[in-house]
């Protein structure tokens, strides 16, 4: 039953150029903040008073209110690194009485301050000036206190958002790497078994051709990454390689045809990506039928897209199979899995028996070159040298 589915400077280790974000470091970028902040209210105060003709000796008074709540907002902001933990209602309550005190005490300050400067000043004078004060400095440690808490939302969810996509790299990694190690037992088993049985005829020379090869595809399959991408051409030469082991155990009873166009030969593809179509052919094919099968592998460009054909000519789904969409098997469902990961829903997987006999997929994706944007791998295809490059139609 078919399945569906040189060295460096010491100066230049120390010296980093590199851009980085502003919330990389929070400490540097809280003081930041707090200093530009402060500054700026500084700058505004002083402008209204120069703007407004008012003696210059309140410049003075000026510099001490911005320095006393840089002050008194530093001791804010050691209770609220704490309470922003907490339960919102903690959080909140605690926010508005730290809020409301820091008030208090700012305004009652100020007003000193300027009283003393502007000498004789009557009790009521002080409390017009203590009512100004509260008004002005309420406004300026709640818009304090809501940037800070704005600012810190912002930073963590951004944090949150970065680990989410990193623990979705992650998961995507690990399961493109599960979908990589399924390689059929059985083709490992039948291998192995067919080695130990030359070895055994003492037919040295095929059992070691067969080793090596086996030994280049495991290779290539193991140690490259599962989320990368190779060429058509380093693609087909590393299936050539799988064939080769094959024929040594179907000999003609496996025939294969590449049909490959010139022009695409470094088209980009997910690694691996027609080893399990090919595996599925053989299990299903070849392997029931004494006289063997036919594989064709044909790769045409169709537009912006890159179209694969894998078929054969066995007996196809036959009435009495069940729908292969409820199939155990993992050779087509590894596929559409692995093209699912790659490229999204811009993607085609078809499936179907065809009239004449024989079964049919085809599969489409959009067509990438190293040059457009694509990333290959540093992993070269196995050595195939009974294989031939992969242009124009051959046989394996």
Known sequence: MRGTNSARPKFMAVLDLGEQPFFANKSRAFWNLQAA???GVTALYSVTVIANNQPLSL???VLISTLTGFSISLLMSVVFRYVINQRPLVTWVTTVAVVFSATLLYAYIDTWVLQTIREGANETAFA??????????GLLLGGWSALYFAINYFVRAEEQADQLI???AAATSAQLNMLRYQLNPHFLFNTLNSISTLVMLKQ????NAMLSRLSSFLRFTLINEAEGKVTLAQEIDTLKAYMDIEKMRFEERLRVEFSIDDDIVDALVPSLMLQPLVENAIKYAVTPQEDGADISIIAQRAGDRLRVIVSDSGPGLQATTPDPKLSTGV??????????????EDQRFDHYARSGGGFEVVIEFPYQTKRSGGETQAISAPDNRSAVSPVGVVNA
């Open 37 to 39: 902040g402060w500054a």
């Open 204 to 207: 040295t020379d095929k059992a």
């Open 331 to 344: 050779g087509m469902a590894n596929t559409r899995e692995r093209l699912l990961q790659a490229y999204g």
């Open 59 to 61: 410049l003075f008074e």
């Open 166 to 168: 990193r623990l979705e």
């Open 128 to 137: 017009q000036l203590m009512v100004t004060a509260l008004f002005r400095d």
